[in-house]
């Protein structure tokens, strides 16, 4: 049991929930006094020890429900759940069943299979299962070597020579050898699918997440779009588990001698109670403008997605979306789901020509007073604007205005400057300007802007 | 006073069995879950605490209360807050006694160092004295020190550790792991009866990981009808079979639509009572829309359930496809 167990907190792990080296222990030690008995209480003792939350609960009992039902061989009826207790046991069964057959001189996988005991097969499936390690399984073009690992480790090739040899002396006997063989096969294909999905799901995902981190966002497949975002939300949270911590106050330092001597004032300002100077740390203000024309937009959707989940992190955020004209999307954003909102937003400012000079003007014209000495300005877009006026001098009173100005070009650096891009222009007024094609480039942007109010 | 002796004996029996956390809780008015009584069996076993997580209402911390009253033992409670610290929560030492003491005792300082040839010796003597200031005798045990302290061992309640600062959780991990505590003067204090130990959080920040690996993570949501019945029957008395059924059911109905604030057991329970007090034997459309306000606790959750209470208690009155509950 405690293989098993073993391989459960393996399958655990691969399903995203954490466990560790303790929590295993404690585990162990749960299950040790509940006994096995109660397929529920193991179930719930294995989920109040391993599971730290209500998402990894979830993960946990799916989990479980897959690594306890183990596939049946073929033709069986009843669901027979076998354990490892069992394997052990057949395993010298196997070789006693072979004295008593009635067909000699097969071998004993050929027997086992005439006998059509399905808890034997299934038994001997999950030991040569254990013996081929198929719980090292980790992606999906693995499973036909584990399948053939399997099969051999459980003699598939003295079957094969059986089968041949019956092919010649008894053709009705080959044949449903044959027959169960196939059903054999299945099952253990059966067997090493599940394995996979159970301890190669982590691997997978990762691997997934992976590549679609470093994608570039303006290019990807629309049925991509779906898991992009669930990864922009994973972002989302890591950086507000990162910087929403609620921050230290400062206990000691100077002493505030205004705050003090308002306080003590019921004591004729004799300094009873005394008052020091915090540091005050600001969240951050954000102002986003969003070039959302053409190429730019898929980046942008993306962008103000992750700039709208980041609620704990930062107080404030104003974003506005533009092409050939300005307008403000915040409310649009909070109010209507993902996909609702970037179709109205596109509905109403998006597919032209941009024009930054004239989008630069609406923002100044109208929304001026938004931008404080606390705001950090981001302007994500190609510079592109189509060999009309850039504007750029009123970038520059916006950065005059603002803590810092950040552009995010989701054109790679060469670009900048060929044709009609106009970056090296605008550059001269940012802090930092800074490539933002993918999603991993996007959580390290955000993530620098939200760390310089620390 | 006689029969604590005997009690203190009994109660350190280990619980035998999962059904017997069962009907322990029971005998004290609370109907757990099969998930909920594993989770207070095993923090029995292998000795850890138990972190109950969950909407607000559903008796969370009734937990703590049932089980210290079913197992006799005394219940100490921690409520936490923002700001909570070392001092009101672990000990503190005895300032103002200190004070008295040395003002009362300055004679008898003056007695004792006047005996002392040269100042080395003085100092040494001086030196026993403080260690007499920094003893057990002037330290105030607050919550957690007492929970260590007693001698028959207790359940510690600490309430909604979501709502101390992160760094109070830190505090908390030397307690919860090991059952002890050390405070610089004295040395390590450790308890003398293991405290069975609950946490309780309404999730409203997240714990860290370091806290959660020393718990039993227990999630308690909303019961399922048939568990709400019972626990319905077991603490509003008088309520007949009929109504009690629908009211569940309508809360069910209730339940599913987009709130503010879903109403959990709490709510059902003094839902209940009120129909009781109105000696209502149905639940009926007039009824509802009077005391709907029991039952929801924001003014705009009550206009979003009025228009569909018709419909609910209609629902709620048909009688259950598989009977009514026994």
Not at chain 1, 382 to 402: H, K
Not at chain 2, 151 to 177: Q, R, T
Not at chain 2, 244 to 273: C, G, Y
Request: glycine share 6%; hydrophobic share 40%.
């Amino acid at each position: 049991m405690r293989e098993n167990l073993h391989r459960f907190f393996r399958a655990a792990r691969g399903a995203g929930v954490h466990v560790s080296p303790a929590e295993s222990i404690d585990a162990m030690r749960a299950v040790a006094s509940t006994g096995l008995s109660d397929r529920g209480i193991l179930r719930d003792a294995l989920l109040l020890t391993l599971a730290k939350s209500e998402e990894e609960k979830k993960a946990l009992g799916a989990c479980f429900d897959l690594f306890f039902s183990m596939p049946e061989p073929q033709r069986g009826s009843d669901a027979e759940g076998t354990n490892a207790d069992a394997a052990e046991a057949t395993q010298g069964e196997g070789a006693s069943g072979e004295a008593d057959a009635s067909d000699a001189g097969l071998g004993p996988l050929a027997q086992m299979l005439l006998s059509q005991d399905r808890a034997a097969i299934a038994a001997a499936i999950a030991t040569a299962s254990g013996a081929a390690s198929l719980s090292d399984i980790r992606y999906f073009t693995q499973r036909g070597i584990f399948s053939g690992r399997i099969l051999e480790q459980m003699g598939i090739q003295r079957l094969n020579d059986d089968l041949e040899d019956l092919t010649a002396t008894n053709p009705s006997l080959a044949e449903r050898l044959s027959e169960l063989t196939e059903g054999l096969r299945e099952t253990v294909r059966d067997a090493v699918s599940q394995a996979l999905l159970l301890y190669g799901r982590e691997e997978a995902e990762n691997l997934r997440n992976e590549i679609l981190r470093n994608a570039p966002l303006s290019r990807i497949e629309p049925r991509q779009i779906e898991q992009m975002r669930a990864l922009i939300r994973q972002i989302a949270r890591r950086l507000r588990d990162r910087y929403s911590k609620p921050r230290k106050r400062q206990r000691r330092g100077h002493l505030d001698v205004r705050r003090t001597l308002r306080r003590n004032a019921a004591w004729g300002s004799v300094p009873f109670l005394t008052a020091w100077k915090r540091r005050h740390r600001d969240r951050p203000k954000i102002v986003a403008l969003c070039d959302v024309s053409g190429s730019v937009a898929r980046v942008s959707d993306f962008f103000l997605l992750l700039i709208h989940s980041l609620h704990e992190v930062v107080s404030d955020v104003r974003s506005f979306a533009f092409s050939g004209q300005l307008i403000e999307v915040s409310e649009i954003l909070e109010s209507k789901s993902a996909e609702e909102a970037m179709r109205d937003i596109m509905s109403r400012v998006g597919f032209g020509s941009s024009d930054y000079g004239n989008s630069f003007a609406d923002f100044e014209r109208q929304w001026m007073e938004s931008v404080t000495p606390k705001t950090t300005v981001i302007v994500l877009g190609d510079a592109r604007s189509n060999n009309l006026d850039p504007g750029a001098d009123i970038l520059r009173r916006i950065s005059e205005r603002a803590k810092r100005v950040v552009w995010l070009n989701p054109e790679g650096r060469m670009g900048w400057g060929f044709g009609d891009s106009e970056m090296p222009r605008y550059a001269t007024f940012c802090n930092v300007v800074r490539q933002c094609a993918t999603a991993q480039q996007l959580e390290r942007a955000i993530s620098d802007i939200v760390a310089t109010y620390r | 006073m006689q029969t604590t002796g005997a009690e203190t004996v009994a109660e350190h029996r280990p619980v035998a069995s999962i059904e017997a956390v069962e009907s322990g809780l029971a005998s004290q008015g609370y109907i757990a879950s099969r998930q909920i009584a594993t989770a207070v069996y095993l923090s029995e076993q292998i000795a850890k605490p138990i972190l109950v997580e969950g909407p607000a209402g559903v008796g969370k911390t009734e937990l703590a209360k049932a089980i210290a009253g079913w197992r006799k033992l005394k219940m100490i409670r921690l409520q936490c807050y923002e700001g909570l610290d070392e001092a009101k929560a672990l000990y503190e030492w005895k300032y103002a006694k200190q004070l008295l003491y040395t003002q009362i005792l300055k004679d008898k300082l003056g007695e004792v160092l006047g005996g002392a040839a040269t100042l080395h010796a003085a100092l040494d003597q001086l030196h026993d004295f403080g260690d007499v200031f920094f003893s057990k005798e002037f330290v105030e045990p607050r919550p957690l020190l007492q929970a260590l302290e007693q001698p028959g061992g207790c359940v510690l309640l600490i309430d909604e550790i979501d709502k101390s600062d992160a760094e109070f959780e830190s505090l908390l991990l030397e307690i919860l792991s090991d059952f002890q505590v050390s405070i610089p003067e004295l040395g390590t204090i450790a308890a003398t009866v293991p405290p069975t130990v609950i946490l309780t959080s309404n999730s409203e920040r997240n714990l860290g990981d370091a806290l959660k690996r020393r718990c039993l993570h227990l999630h308690i949501g909303f019961p399922d009808s048939r568990l709400e019945e019972r626990i319905v029957e077991s603490r509003v008395v008088g309520i007949s079979q009929v109504l009690r059924r629908q009211l569940v059911a309508f809360i069910h109905e209730v339940r599913t639509l987009d709130l503010k604030k879903q109403p959990s057991v709490s709510e059902t329970i003094d839902w209940a009572r009120v129909l009781v007090l109105l000696q209502a034997s149905e639940l009926g459309h007039d009824v509802v829309r009077d005391t709907l306000n029991v039952l929801l606790k924001y003014e705009s959750d009550v206009e979003a359930a009025l228009p569909h209470v018709t419909s609910f208690v209609a629902k709620a009155a048909r009688p259950n496809v598989f009977g009514s509950a026994p």
